[in-house]
C-alpha cells in the first residue's frame, strides 16, 4: 500500500485518485494500526480539489473511525471512497463491488428446482443464483442457449453463490416434473397454491418463457402472475423471481402465525 508521504507528494487530483484505490484496498484488509488510516483523510481533508459535501463526509468518517469495529470501518472506508468517484468522476459499476456470500454454515435445501428459460443476461443469471442459495433451491437447470453461469458477470453478480448450488444445462424434456411458470396471464400470486416440491420455469428477458415451457406448465401445474399496476406490464426476470421464491419458500417454511422460517421439512 502506498505510504502517505509518497501520495503527498503527487498533484492534487492523483492525489485523490490514489486515495480511492487504498480505501477499496482498506475496505478488504483493514488495518490494526489505524494511524495510517487517519493521515490519509487528513491528507484528504487538506485537498482544495473537495467540495464541501465531499469534505463534510471525510471529516464524520474520520471522526467516526476511533470508537468503530472492524465491520464498520468497512464501511466508513465504502461511504470515504464513493465520495471521492462521484467527485472525480469514476463511474460505478457492478465491478466495483466486493465479493460477498460468504459461507455461514452447512446449506440446507428445500425441494425446489428452477429452470432459466434462455434467460440471456450474465447480470440476471447471477441473481437468479443469489436468490436462489438464499432460499434453500436444490438444483438450477439452465437451457443451453442462455447465459453461463460461468461469464465474469455471473460471477460477479452472484457475489459467490455459483459455487454453492448444483446446477447443469439442460432442454426442455430434461428438467423433473411437475412444473409451473412464472409469467403473465396466469393465477395470481396470492391465489397460487404452491407445492411442496417442483420445477419453476422463468423465462427470458424478451420474450418470456416459451411457447413449448408455458405448454407443459398448462398441463400440469399451471402458471404463477405477480399483479402490478404500472405501464409497464412485466418485471425485470430476476426481481420477478425474487419475490416469487420468498412466497414459494414461505409456503413451505411459515406454519404457524409468528413461527420462524427455516428449511427443515
Known sequence: MMTIRKLSRQREDAVLRGAVKILRQLEQDDPPDLRYVSDLF??????TLLDHAVLDILESCRLQLKDSDSEMRKVIYSEARYALMKLTGEQVGDWDFLQGCEASGERRELPLFVYADRVRSPFNIGSVFRTAESFGVKKIFIHPSGASPNHPRSR?????????????????????????????GGTSI??????????VVIGSEELGVSPKM???????????????CGSKYSLNVSVAFGILLHRWFRSLTYTQPGEKPGCDL
Open 214 to 228: 408455458l405448454e407443459a406448465a398448462d398441463r400440469s401445474l399451471g402458471r404463477v402472475t405477480i399483479p402490478t
Open 42 to 47: 487528513e491528507l484528504l481533508e487538506k485537498n
Open 156 to 184: 460477479r453478480s452472484a457475489m459467490g453463490c455459483i459455487d454453492r448450488i448444483p446446477w447443469e444445462y439442460a432442454y426442455e424434456d430434461q428438467i423433473p416434473n411437475p412444473v409451473f411458470a412464472l409469467e403473465t
Open 190 to 199: 396470492e391465489d397460487f397454491s404452491f407445492p411442496k416440491s417442483a420445477t
